[in-house]
């Protein structure tokens, strides 16, 4: 019998979801933004059917949306580079992520692998694009989120 209490919740990338989804969270978007829109002319905008937009609404959320006050934490693999971990930690800050544990792993085969939880506060900015940035650093190799409690 499978466990369902460990598949409750999945965190995917973008490039992952289905076109429909991201439309649902889109035509939501539009509900917050335009104050006089019906969710009939929102789903137009976006097209989809409002059956669709009511059948996934409660079921799809941006990952900033419902990232305030929360913990994040990153596992990053990153080439062992002087000046690597001083950027990857330039980038948490100007997003201004509160850094509440940081390990790194020794380096084997010049290769390390960072542990690196944050909190976001309401100040934080765009965890997405946070992640995003550090996968574009050069000698990152990736960076994946492990958890948000």
């Known amino acids: 019998m499978e466990d369902r209490s460990a598949s409750r919740y999945f965190l995917v990338k973008k ?22 829109i019906t969710v009939q002319e929102a789903t137009e905008k976006v097209g989809i059917s409002r059956s669709s937009f009511y059948k996934y609404k ?19 693999q990153m080439d062992d580079e002087q000046g690597l971990l001083s950027d990857l930690l330039h980038v948490v800050a100007v997003y201004k992520a509160n850094i509440l544990t940081i390990h ?23 965890v997405s694009s946070m992640v995003e940035e550090l996968e574009e650093l050069g000698g990152i190799h990736y960076v994946k989120i492990l958890a948000r409690e």
């Open 104 to 126: 790194q792993s020794i380096p084997v085969n010049g290769v390390a692998t960072l542990t690196l939880s944050v909190e976001v506060r309401e100040n934080t900015g765009n």
């Open 15 to 36: 490039k992952a979801v289905p076109e429909v989804l991201l439309k649902v969270v889109e035509a939501k978007r539009l509900l917050e933004s335009e104050r006089a």
């Open 58 to 76: 409660d079921d799809i959320f941006p990952f900033y949306d419902n990232a305030k006050g929360k913990t994040i934490t990153l596992v990053v």
